[in-house]
Each structure stands twice: as C-alpha cells, then as structure tokens.
C-alpha cells in the first residue's frame, strides 16, 4: 500500500514524508500479515504451527516429520470421530482418508462391518492412520476389513497388448490410464 496516495499533494515530494510513509507502510503491512497468519492458525485446514496445539487436543500423538496435510487429515478424521459411532461416521473418516468414496457395510450377525473404497483405486496412501483412528472410534466388539477397488479385466480388454505394454502392471491395476 503507498501511504502517500492518502496524503494531500504537497507532500509529493518531501523526502522525509516519503520515507515515513514508507517505513509506516512496512509496518503496517508486517502487522496485516501477522494478523493473517494468525487467523490461518485458528483452523486447521489453514493450520501450520499451531497443528501440535490441535493433534494433542484430540489426543493424537504428535509427528512432525509427517506433512501438514497429512497432520491434518488426521485431526479432522478425530474430529468427525467423536461422539456414538454410526455408519455414516465411519464412512466421513474413511473418506477424509481416502480422498474418494466409500461405503460401510454393516454384518451385524459377525460383529463385524467393511469399509469399501469405491471412489478411488488401489490401496489409499494413508491407511496406517486410517487403521489407527478406526481402532480408537470403533466399538471393541466389532471386527472390520477393508475391501480395495481395482480395475478389472473387463476394462483392460478394450486396448490392445501393445497399447497396454507401456504401463506397469501397478498402473494398469489403480494408477491413471
């Protein structure tokens, strides 16, 4: 911002009022980012160095050497995970996790419910935490398993070998064609 476009024109030109408007339009612009960072600290999709503060509200152990957004999945998967354990919450944490669709199905004759992903392919990167916050929501007495989707055969079987040779075989399960 320059602080001389606010002052009368006979200012223009004062070298002493120039530099003061200066030195005034620094600090002022320091303070205005200040006030944004700490705005940005107050919610943890903007969070960085208050993240700790958050992880250790919700009980989770603090890992610095993870990425911010990695840090912050976890926390919000803690917070949609507070409160009586229902489906749709375990499908919110799954999601938040996984990046992608998913749906919960219940077996209540085995104790025991299956999270799907549907909404991506393969294994999500971050199922070691996913494990972790399901183990804490989760009521003791039921068991869960996973179920992964895949590209299958039949999608494959549009393209020649030859179009499908320069992809690994990882690529051609879950990765983009």
Same mark, same amino acid.
């Given at each position: 911002?320059?602080?001389? +476009?606010?002052?009368?024109? #006979? #200012?223009?030109?004062?070298?002493?009022?120039?530099?003061?408007?200066?030195?005034?339009? +620094?600090?002022?612009?320091?303070?205005?980012?200040?006030?944004? +960072?700490?705005?940005?600290?107050?919610?943890?999709?903007?969070?960085?160095?208050?993240?700790? &503060?958050?992880?250790?509200?919700?009980?989770?152990?603090?890992?610095?050497?993870?990425?911010?957004?990695?840090? &912050?999945?976890?926390?919000?998967?803690?917070?949609?995970?507070?409160?009586?354990?229902?489906? +749709?919450?375990?499908?919110?944490?799954?999601?938040? #996790?996984?990046?992608?669709?998913?749906?919960?199905?219940?077996?209540?004759?085995?104790? &025991?419910?299956?999270?799907?992903?549907?909404?991506?392919?393969?294994?999500?990167?971050?199922?070691?935490?996913?494990?972790?916050?399901?183990?804490?929501?989760?009521?003791?007495?039921?068991?869960?398993?996973?179920?992964?989707?895949?590209?299958?055969?039949?999608?494959?079987?549009?393209?020649?070998?030859?179009?499908?040779?320069?992809?690994?075989?990882?690529?051609? &399960?879950?990765?983009?064609?």
């Amino acid at each position: 911002m320059d602080l001389m +476009e606010l002052l009368p024109n #006979y #200012y223009r030109g004062n070298v002493t009022m120039e530099k003061l408007q200066s030195i005034l339009a +620094e600090k002022i612009q320091a303070l205005a980012n200040d006030l944004n +960072e700490t705005i940005d600290q107050c919610f943890i999709n903007t969070a960085t160095t208050l993240l700790s &503060r958050y992880e250790k509200i919700y009980g989770l152990q603090v890992d610095v050497s993870k990425s911010h957004e990695f840090r &912050r999945e976890r926390i919000r998967a803690k917070i949609r995970g507070v409160g009586t354990v229902t489906k +749709e919450m375990l499908k919110a944490v799954a999601r938040s #996790y996984s990046n992608g669709e998913v749906e919960v199905i219940e077996d209540s004759a085995n104790y &025991r419910f299956i999270i799907k992903f549907v909404g991506t392919l393969g294994i999500p990167a971050n199922m070691a935490d996913l494990i972790l916050t399901i183990e804490e929501i989760k009521p003791a007495h039921l068991a869960y398993t996973f179920e992964y989707t895949y590209r299958t055969y039949d999608e494959l079987s549009l393209y020649t070998h030859e179009q499908l040779s320069v992809y690994t075989h990882h690529e051609l &399960r879950e990765g983009e064609m």
